[in-house]
Every structure is written in C-alpha cells, then in structure tokens.
C-alpha cells in the first residue's frame, strides 16, 4: 500500500507539469495567433492536445491505482514575452518533465509496477522525441537565420 502511494504521488507530480504544460502552450499558442504566427500557432496548439492526452493518460492510472487527481496543483508556468523567450520556456517545462518522467520509470520499475512505467515511457518519447527536439530546432533555426528571418518563415 505505501509502495502504491509513492507511485501515485509520482504520477500527481507528473500531472502538475502536464497541466501546466496544457495552460502554457495554451496562452502561447493564442499570442502566436494573435501575432499571425501560423505554423507557431498550428504547433503549439497541437501540443496542448498532446499534454491534454498525456493528462488523460496520467489521470486514468491514478484511478486505476486508487488514487486521487491533483487537479489544482501546477508547476510555475512562465509567459514568454517574446518568441524566443517563449520557445525557450516551453523547453524549460520539458526538460523539467523529461527529468522527473525517468525518475519516476526508475521508480515504477524498481518496484515492479510495470503498467505505470509503460504509460511514462510513452509519455517520455513524446516529451524527448517530439516536443523537446522540436522546440530545440526552432531556437537552432533562430541562431542560424536570425530572428527576423526565423519569423517570416512562421507567417
Ligand atoms: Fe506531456
Ligand atoms: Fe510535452
């Protein structure tokens, strides 16, 4: 029973950054609407559905373990103010999830809780492999271009 519990905090300290991460992409994706940034906006707001299904993922093992949601807790969320300052931000957020995604695998597996480590491997292929490369691409593409470049290329 206290093994579960650790595994269920595990899994709420997850659900801070999913959610925080949902609210973040959220308000960012709109301020790239709101500049006219298209593919910035495309991207971002397809992110707030991955983090919502990542949410989902993380909401329906708790259940299944007998656990409680924390619906109410976030990770500090950070509002870029400009785009640079916001892609920068997100990565922030996923390096954070990344770190704390393998930790609680290592967890999970140690104490053979294999469905639980399942559900984070998936989760942590989509922070490394999808959101983390593609937000470090675009502050390469900004290095290599430069800003006013980069941006013209997100009309
Ligand atoms: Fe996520
Ligand atoms: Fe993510």
Redesign the pocket.
């Known amino acids: 029973m206290k093994v579960q519990q650790s595994i269920i905090d595990y899994l709420n300290r997850i659900l801070a950054c999913e959610l925080a ?1 949902i609210d973040q992409y959220f308000v960012h994706s709109r301020m790239y609407d709101d500049w006219s940034y298209k593919k910035l906006f495309e991207r971002s707001d397809h ?1 707030v559905s ?2 919502q299904q ?1 949410a989902h993922l993380i909401i329906s093992r708790i259940l299944y373990l007998g656990g409680v949601p924390d619906i109410h807790t976030r990770i500090p969320v950070k509002i870029g103010k400009t785009v640079p300052e916001m892609l920068q931000s997100d990565l922030d957020i ?1 390096t954070h ?1 990344t770190e704390l995604l393998k930790e609680a695998i290592e967890h999970c597996e140690s104490h053979l809780d294999y469905g639980s480590s399942q559900i984070l491997i998936k989760l942590l292929q ?2 490394e492999e999808d ?1 983390t490369l593609w937000l470090e691409q675009q502050l390469n593409h900004i290095k290599t271009l430069g800003l006013e470049k980069y941006l013209m290329t997100c009309m």
């Open positions: 991460a992110e991955d983090e990542h996923e999830v989509d922070t959101h």
